[in-house]
């Protein structure tokens, strides 16, 4: 039996579904897929007593006009918005704007005109987002290796040259912009390109050495040189997640993450007096080290169901337009109101965890898989902070906290989880992942 693609009647017959389908990166899947259904109805009507030629004629009739078959399949391969997620992004940062007001108008803060501010932020953001959002991601990946390398040397850079905040190098100035380098910029740009390289999967036993102290103990020690230690804790689980989603071997995952958990542990050690100073503070909050655990607390208690109004004063609360405004928006108003944002941001993390079930790309999910364990942190923290479950820390609260890169950063990752998702049906299936094409 001749090979059925050799047809000139299957070939047109691919030829003009193809033409209706402009997601060509799925043209060969496509084409594999319903020469498959070709062939079975073939056989089914040689086995019938057809001869060859014209049981291959009839298969192709038999599979309908290719033109509304390519129109359906355009259809399902068409670029899909994620409303969802861009509903959940639109509360959030209503929520920020309206808190930003309330700061300004309360005005125990030494920062001036907070909501005009973080306006142009969320401006500039939104732009990011929409560049992000038709930009194809893919071909970002080639550059990971440079980006991950160059993000290793900022990261040094600024412990050496980086401005002094409270004992510490964590912020780079280019010019007017202060990047808060040894923070949130760095975990993100670390992870993205980390999802781009070669995954562990194909390491050897020696390269696995190697990229576990290039991938894994260098950051940690950067960011513990730093003592930029909750992006530490940040990086590590990020890197944790990312590595077991490429070697899901429980054995060589262990000793994969052994030199890992060595260079967290020393970090750990040294930086220990810092550490118990933070979990005084959680466990004695009468104490000194408790001085901040227990003005929120006191803020939230009094709040009530509706809290004390908008743009209610307490200068008590320290850093109200960032790592405080979770129990600051309780405050003013209410329990109810902390209640509708900790739904938000579950509903938002959701929202991205599904959006990693239903990607078949595997540099997609690695993103994804990177995004929800760092935006899941940086959005749940600050709501245990608030309510007195962990040690307070210096993070901000993404779309809600003044902060310009933060903000605008925030944004663009954002507008890359809509550019993987927009794709999602664009892309070919990799091996095994194939889902099944139904065609007339």
């Known amino acids: 039996m001749r090979p059925v693609e050799e047809y000139k009647v299957v070939q047109d017959f691919l030829t003009r579904v193809c033409r209706q389908v402009r997601a060509r990166a799925m043209h060969p899947e496509i084409r594999e897929e319903l020469l498959g259904h070709i062939e079975e109805r073939t056989e089914l009507l040689m086995l019938e007593g057809n001869a060859e030629e014209p049981a291959v004629q ?13 129109k359906s399949l355009h259809m399902a391969h068409r670029p899909q918005l994620d409303w969802k997620l861009l509903v959940m992004l639109a509360l959030l940062s209503l929520i920020g704007l309206f808190g930003a007001l309330s700061v300004d108008y309360a005005g125990t803060e030494k920062i001036t005109d907070i909501f005009g501010r973080k306006v142009v932020f969320f401006g500039i953001g939104l732009i990011l987002l929409i560049g992000l959002y038709f930009l194809d991601y893919r071909k970002l990946k080639k550059y990971s290796g440079v980006l991950f390398f160059i993000t290793l040397c900022l990261m040094a850079m600024t412990e050496f040259y980086g401005t002094n905040v409270n004992g510490a190098n964590l912020y780079l100035h280019f010019g007017p912009i202060v990047i808060p380098m040894l923070g949130t910029v760095s975990v993100f740009l670390l992870l993205f390109a980390a999802a781009g390289m070669k995954p562990a999967s194909q390491w050897g036993p020696w390269e696995g050495v190697v990229q576990i102290l290039y991938r894994g103990v260098l950051p940690v020690f950067l960011y513990g040189w730093s003592d930029s230690m909750v992006y530490l804790f940040v990086y590590v689980l990020g890197f944790l997640a990312l590595t077991w989603t490429t070697k899901r071997n429980i054995k ?29 503070g959680l466990a004695d909050r009468e104490g000194d080290g ?39 928006l309780i405050y003013c108003f209410g329990w109810m109101f902390g209640i509708v944002v900790g739904m938000v941001v579950l509903l938002f993390l959701a929202r991205m965890w599904s959006i990693a079930n239903v990607l078949h790309d595997s540099y997609g999910k690695n993103i994804v898989t990177g995004v929800i364990v760092v935006m899941g942190l940086r959005l749940l923290m600050p709501i245990l902070m608030g309510l007195g479950v962990v040690p307070i820390v210096s993070l901000d609260f993404p779309f809600i906290s003044y902060g310009g890169v933060n903000n605008m950063l925030d944004f663009a990752i954002v507008g890359l989880l809509l550019s993987i998702y927009r794709r999602k049906n664009m892309i070919p299936s990799e091996v095994g992942e194939a889902a099944p094409m139904k065609v007339a």
């Open 58 to 70: 009839d298969a192709v009739k038999q599979m309908g006009a290719p033109e509304d078959i390519g």
């Open 252 to 280: 060589q995952f262990a000793v994969l993450m052994l030199p890992s958990f060595i260079g967290l542990a020393y970090i750990l050690f040294t930086k220990r007096i810092y550490l118990m100073w933070r979990l005084e």
């Open 290 to 328: 408790g001085y901040f655990m227990r003005v929120i607390a006191d803020a939230v208690s009094s709040a009530g169901w509706f809290g004390q109004g908008f743009a209610a004063p307490n200068p008590g609360i320290p850093y109200v337009y960032s790592d405080s405004i979770y129990p600051y």
